[in-house]
Every structure is written in structure tokens, then in C-alpha cells.
């Protein structure tokens, strides 16, 4: 069952500008094939099975990086598939990492965070430097630079007195400055105790566009994603009139058993939690169109992932889908998906459990205007 959207939000900057610029959810050419075809596929890292492999990340030139969360420790290939190193395991010494929390690309660097510190590696995984941090007051949600990100105080999925304030941060200096204020009113449902369920838990999620400097920003329980420039001027809006998907208590219930949790548990978590689905888990830029990688039901094992392809403008152009071979799917969650130029790279299971990193070629959507 589909409802319509009853959230007031507000995204005010320095002055107070309202969302707006969303437009029905019809896209300008219809629906898009990226027709995946595999390149290679690999299994383990050196001689090590793959355990629990996720949060792939990319650089500019396509060297990938995960976390083997079983392993406690990071992995490095090459666009061709080719192990580079391991790096990042678990410890208290120079390039150990005392306990994995989330990775971040940002140039040729790759910065793993931990509880306390920012660690930074090359793309090679060299151990370059440390930079002390709290990441649970200062999560970064995405790197300008190697010394300034933008976080949400607490973290992506806080809301403190109905709003949520986007921080500059400087590493090096340490220097604070407000980027953008979001402020939201909402009856579907609370914060759930902290605890996070990707593609219900409302979050404010954020891309950069390193070619442009322009940054994409949204909380993903509404289909709003707010333009602004590096300096954090407000240049434009966009977004959909889509009817978001209620979810019942028993779904809940189901996806959160799914993951193992304990009945007891997870009876008082799936009534804490929002009953309707959020509307994207995440944005990218590529070869100059935004992908928004819409939510479209609780699933932990899907086979495909829907994008919606915008013009930079907002425009509406293809509602695109990509779909693996054999009944695989991705695993974990579509994080561990990524495209760039016309490669995708992303850690798929199938139904043994499973776990492989693979590339496929894909045909990019284009912008026939």
C-alpha cells in the first residue's frame, strides 16, 4: 500500500529557503537498462575466502577498497581485479586500525575511521598519518578535501530538537563552521533507540562532486536533495513527487529476523522504528548525471537496484534498474554497489552464502537534450 507524504521540511542555509523543484515521478525517456555484463569476478583475496566483505569504496582511478569484517582487515584491488594488499588490520600500531568503524575515499586517499581517530592510507594502502577525531560527535559524512569533510553532530541519523545542523570540519585546525541547517517535522515514526535500519531510518546523506565542487544533500525520508556550492551558497533543488511505501510492523519484524536478531528485541525496535520506507539510501555523480539509488522495499537480499537518473539540473531523465545473473544478489547492502565511467563494481552473495567482488560493463544512460 502507497501513502502520500506527510513531512513539512525546511533546509535553511543561512537564510530560510524551502525545499522545492520536485516533479512527478515520470521520467523525461522511461526506463533504462544498464545491460551488466560481467568482466571478472573474484572470490578471495590472496589465499583468504572472503568473510564478510563490505562498504566498497572507489577512487578516481577505480581502485577498489572493502573491509572484511570477519578477516578485521581492509582490502586494496585494481580495476583489473588484481589484489594489491591488505591493510588496516585490527591493532594499536602504526597503519593497524583499533576498531574498524567506517572507510572514506577522498583523491587518492583512503581514510578509515575509527572510534577516535581518522587514519589515513594511500591508494597503495601505505600508512600516511593519523588525525584525531570523535566519530561518533563527528561522523564524516564526505570528504571536500584530505582536510575538511561535512558531518551531522551525532551522526547521519539524529535529529536533535527537530533539526539537524551540517558542520564544516578542518582536520588539521580543527575549526567548526555551519554549512546548512535542516529542519524537519514528522509523524512516521521515531528514532528507534539509536539504533539504524538502512533504507528506514531517516539519514541525511550528502555526494561531492569533485569536478564541479558542488555538493548533493538530502535526509532521505523525503525525495528533496538540495545543490550547493563549495562556499555552501544554496544554488538549486530538486527531487520527486513519489508516494512513499508504508511498511507494517510484521515486515518489520520480519527483515529484522532476517538478520538475526532476538525476538525480544526486535518486537520493541520494529515499533520504535518510521512506518514508511525512506526514499533513497544513497547519491552518486557519474559521468555528469546524478544516480539516486532509491529505496523500494526492506530486502536483505536483493537481486536489483533501482537508480533514478537526474540531470545535474534536476531534470528527471531515465528510471533505470540493474539486476545480477543466477539469483545472486548484493550483499549486505547497495552501498557495496558503486559506478563509475561505464564500470560497476560490487560485492554480490549468492543463495550458499557465497561472497564475491565483481565488475561488470554497463551502458551509461545519456542525456539526449
Not at 590472496?46 to 582511478?61: H, K, Q, S, V
Not at 561531492?208 to 563549495?230: L, M, W
Not at 526492506?298 to 533505470?320: A, E, H, K, M, N
Request: net charge negative.
Amino acid at each position: 500500500m502507497k501513502t502520500a507524504c506527510s513531512l513539512l521540511w525546511l533546509f535553511f542555509p543561512a537564510a530560510g529557503l524551502a525545499a522545492d523543484g520536485l516533479v512527478a515521478d515520470e521520467p523525461a525517456y522511461g526506463e533504462w537498462d544498464f545491460a551488466a555484463q560481467k568482466v571478472w569476478e573474484r572470490e578471495r583475496a590472496g589465499e583468504e575466502a572472503f568473510g564478510r566483505p563490505a562498504e566498497l569504496r572507489l577512487t578516481p582511478d577505480e581502485t577498489l577498497c572493502f573491509h572484511d569484517f570477519d578477516k578485521q582487515v581492509s582490502y586494496i584491488f585494481d580495476r583489473d581485479g588484481g589484489l594489491v594488499r591488505a591493510f588496516g588490520s585490527q591493532g594499536r600500531g602504526p597503519g593497524e586500525v583499533s576498531r574498524y568503524i567506517n572507510c572514506f575515499t577522498v583523491g587518492d586517499k583512503i581514510v578509515v575511521g575509527t572510534p577516535d581517530t581518522l587514519e589515513y592510507f594511500s591508494k597503495g594502502g601505505e600508512f600516511v598519518r593519523s588525525v584525531r577525531n570523535d566519530l561518533f560527535a563527528r561522523f564524516p559524512l564526505v570528504f571536500l578535501d584530505e582536510d575538511e569533510f561535512l558531518c551531522v553532530p551525532g551522526g547521519p541519523h539524529e535529529t536533535r530538537g527537530g533539526k539537524e545542523r551540517i558542520l564544516r570540519r578542518n582536520v588539521r585546525t580543527a575549526a567548526e563552521t555551519e554549512f546548512a541547517v535542516l529542519r524537519v517535522s514528522s509523524r512516521e515514526g521515531g528514532q528507534a533507540g539509536g539504533a539504524v535500519v538502512l533504507g528506514l531510518t531517516p539519514q541525511v546523506r550528502i555526494t561531492h562532486d569533485p569536478q564541479t565542487g558542488e555538493i548533493y544533500c538530502g535526509r532521505n525520508d523525503k525525495y528533496a536533495i538540495h545543490v550547493f556550492d563549495s562556499s555552501g551558497e544554496l544554488l538549486r533543488n530538486f527531487g520527486l513527487k513519489r508516494a512513499k511505501v508504508r511498511v507494517t510492523d510484521e515486515t518489520k519484524m520480519e527483515y529484522l529476523e532476517s538478520l538475526g536478531m532476538p525476538k525480544g528485541r526486535r518486537e520493541a525496535l520494529a515499533r520504535s522504528l518510521p512506518d514508511k520506507l525512506a526514499c533513497y539510501y544513497h547519491i552518486q555523480v557519474n559521468d555528469g548525471l546524478i544516480y539516486v539509488f532509491a529505496v523500494t522495499g526492506l530486502d536483505r537480499r536483493p537481486s536489483s537496484q533501482r537508480i533514478d537518473v537526474f540531470r545535474p539540473d534536476g531534470t528527471y531523465l531515465y528510471r533505470g534498474r540493474i539486476g545480477f545473473e543466477d539469483g545472486r544478489h548484493i550483499y549486505s547492502s547497495p552501498e557495496n554497489l558503486a559506478i563509475r565511467n561505464d564500470r560497476l563494481y560490487v560485492i554480490l552473495e549468492d543463495d550458499a552464502g557465497k561472497k564475491t567482488l565483481a565488475k561488470y560493463q554497463v551502458t551509461l544512460p545519456k542525456d539526449d537534450a
